[in-house]
């Protein structure tokens, strides 16, 4: 069974930083993301990096600020999150998938506020 759990939310001030981690268990697959809602928006992506190599994607509102990384041994996946704004706020989700497939595993999401 797969289970993704992620922490690390919380409130912040503008221009602040907070680092997300979702930890996977059960079976592990090839791709690793965070995507995030806002209140009255759909869910969008942020962040995604292959579990066995090194590629990352990265949406165009958090580049240069979001940094996702991973720690294999810990089955952890990170998202580091610096110069935050207010249009940050939003509930963060990690997801997984195979490769070329559609983001099939989700956890149940961690609250960022960000104060301005």
């Known amino acids: 069974q797969v289970q993704l759990v992620e922490s690390g939310g919380g409130l912040v001030q503008a221009g602040g930083s907070l680092r997300l981690s979702c930890l996977a268990s059960?079976?592990?697959?090839?791709?690793m993301g965070w995507f995030r809602q806002a209140p009255g928006k759909e869910r969008e992506f942020v962040a995604a990096?292959?579990?066995?190599?090194?590629?990352?994607n990265y949406a165009d509102s958090v580049k240069g600020r979001f940094t996702i990384s991973r720690e294999n041994a810990k089955n952890t996946v990170y998202l580091q999150m610096n110069s935050l704004k207010s249009e940050d706020t939003a509930v963060y989700f990690c997801?997984?998938?195979?490769?070329?497939?559609?983001?099939?595993?989700w956890g149940q999401g961690t609250q960022v506020t960000v104060s301005s």
């Open positions: 997801a997984m998938r195979s490769m070329g497939s559609s983001w099939a595993y």
């Open positions: 990096r292959d579990w066995s190599g090194d590629r990352t």
């Open positions: 059960g079976r592990i697959f090839n791709d």
